[in-house]
Every structure is written in structure tokens, then in C-alpha cells.
């Protein structure tokens, strides 16, 4: 029998501004024209990771769940270059037997 999963972590759409810098070599001041980027990102909020920045993540092992121990791509965000949060909604998943899974991280 298949079991419905879902992440206890937060799906969500962050809206961010992302750092930059000028380009390589010399930079007349004069024509230099800077300007914003902004950037989305859609992960799982990783709570408390990181003081002072919002964490997400863009993988999981289902068969985790709730104590989530393996996670893929962190990407960690200052809280103060960030536009806004949207929390999404999560569907759940159907996760096989625990005998039909073998999930387990690559021995590093």
C-alpha cells in the first residue's frame, strides 16, 4: 500500500536581489551604468540553517520525512537582499512499501 507523503518544510517562491559585480579590468566611471537583478528561487524553507540568511533546498529523500537528514543544493540567501516570500502549496506524494525503497545518500 502506497503512503501519502508530504515535506514538513515550507514550499516556497523567494523574490531576492542578487549581488553583482562590474566587469573585468579597467571601468571608466563615466560610462559605467550598474543596475539590479532580481532573481526567483523555488526550494523547501530550510528552518533556522543559517543566521542572518533564508536557506533553501531543492531536493529531499521522501522516505526521510519528517526528520529530514539528506538534502540537495543548498542555497543560502541574506535576509536583507531579499524582495519577498511566497509560501506555495505542496502536493503530497505516494511513497511505495518501505521494503520497495532503498533510498539512501552515496557514501562520500
Same mark, same amino acid.
Given at each position: 500500500?502506497?503512503?501519502?507523503?508530504?515535506?514538513?518544510?515550507?514550499?516556497?517562491?523567494?523574490?531576492?536581489?542578487?549581488?553583482?559585480?562590474? /566587469?573585468?579590468?579597467?571601468? /571608466?566611471?563615466?560610462?559605467?551604468?550598474?543596475?539590479?537583478?532580481?532573481?526567483?528561487?523555488?526550494?523547501?524553507?530550510?528552518?533556522?540553517?543559517?543566521?542572518?540568511?533564508?536557506?533553501?533546498? $531543492?531536493?529531499?529523500?521522501?522516505?526521510?520525512?519528517?526528520?529530514?537528514? $539528506?538534502?540537495?543544493?543548498?542555497?543560502?540567501?541574506?535576509?536583507?537582499?531579499?524582495?519577498?516570500? $511566497?509560501?506555495?502549496?505542496?502536493?503530497?506524494?505516494?511513497?511505495?512499501?518501505?521494503?520497495?525503497?532503498?533510498?539512501?545518500?552515496?557514501?562520500?
Amino acid at each position: 500500500m502506497m503512503k501519502p507523503i508530504k515535506c514538513n518544510w515550507d514550499l516556497v517562491s523567494l523574490h531576492w536581489l542578487d549581488a553583482f559585480d562590474g /566587469e573585468n579590468g579597467w571601468t /571608466e566611471t563615466k560610462d559605467y551604468k550598474p543596475y539590479r537583478r532580481t532573481v526567483v528561487t523555488v526550494g523547501w524553507l530550510w528552518p533556522n540553517c543559517l543566521e542572518g540568511h533564508v536557506t533553501l533546498v $531543492t531536493s529531499y529523500f521522501p522516505d526521510e520525512v519528517p526528520n529530514l537528514k $539528506t538534502v540537495g543544493m543548498p542555497t543560502h540567501i541574506p535576509n536583507g537582499m531579499v524582495i519577498s516570500q $511566497t509560501v506555495l502549496k505542496q502536493a503530497s506524494i505516494l511513497l511505495p512499501p518501505e521494503e520497495l525503497t532503498s533510498q539512501k545518500p552515496p557514501a562520500l
